[in-house]
């Protein structure tokens, strides 16, 4: 699975060319102030905004979404991307206008310039995927298609979401995947098709629905050996066996997830199917009394299972010592609290030790690597959580696969604006 079906930026020349770069630089954004809080997405994209040094550079990206705190304009973003890069950037306060064209028109070998928001247009989230006639009359594609040699995505953490900026260019030139989302997949890849076992999943955190998608997959089609749970799908899991976990635990899972009857069936169908290569806690501290208790203990109806005990740790460990490749997302506990931390620290630990291939996924699992200071030590880090599960669960991605239908229109173009 080397090879990859669409194009990528090594099957052009972009130097004197309009380039359409479209990436995912979707930030935490202070509330009260508008400031960016984490530049780390921005970062991202160094890699394949230097290669397109010699190109006329247009940047698109989205902020949020509509009614939210941090639905915003790209201004800021501009500053910060060009104080990363040690190069001006110029921001235009519009997508698809005249003031946008007639930059874009504008331009000059090495120039870059960043639009508007894309989410600030309803066109471009509105259209349903398999309205693509729609989708390319937009405003957005019909004043921006006639601009650009080539249109680089590089959105991977957007890439299962179906909106126009992402997809809406298949006829108008080469589409291209550009140097992250290449090297996502190419990871993501390398993991999932990997010869060496064992090859084992730890999964945690709150999205519950995600963890029984991608665990549902992973062992239908023995992709791992083994998958060890923490988080709220553990307990999901530990509920569906006929453990009691409380009150508390139970409304926690029911009033969060609206399917949550549909959840538990599948879970049950693992276990039913798979039960020998599913790994659960054996013990647990509690929230707020910070207490240990063993699974088969009373789990007191005004309590959350906050953490995995010590007996979970080093059962976990051992798996983890073996393993040959490890796809970890989500931590396995409420590790914002010191009293609840050990469980995801001790375990994201063994993962640092571990000498096989290791793919982080998540947010919340890269913002505890960044707490416990593991970063470091991981092969590669995604930048996508919804994306990462879609992919590995092997659902169809709709930009991947307008990449790939694009190649197939595009196959033989080299330039051509």
Known sequence: ?????FFTMDDFDFNNSYVYLRIDINSPINPITGEIMDNSRLKSYTKTIEELSNSRLVITAHQGRPGESDFISLDRHAKYLSNILNKEIEFID???????RDAINKMKSGDI??????RFYSEEIAISPDKFEIMENTNIIRNLSGLFNYYIIDAFGTIHRPQTSLMGFKKSGPMIAGRLMEREIKMINKFKYSDLRPKIAILGGSKISDAIKVSKSLLENNVVDYILYGGVIANVFIWVKGHDIGKKNRDFIMNNNKNYENIMEIARYILNKFGDK?????DFILNPSEKHININGNIPDTELLADIGMDSILKFEEYIKSAKNIFINGPLGMYEISAYSLGTREILNAVAMNRGVKLIGGGHTLSALNKFELSKYMDYISTGGGALINYLSGDS??????LIENKKIFGGVKNGR
């Open 113 to 118: 310039i960043m639009l508007e928001n894309t």
């Open 1 to 5: 699975m080397d090879g990859l079906p």
């Open 397 to 402: 991605i709709p930009v991947i696969d307008t």
């Open 94 to 100: 519009s997508l698809f206008g005249h003031n946008a």
């Open 278 to 282: 599913i790994i659960l806690p054996d």
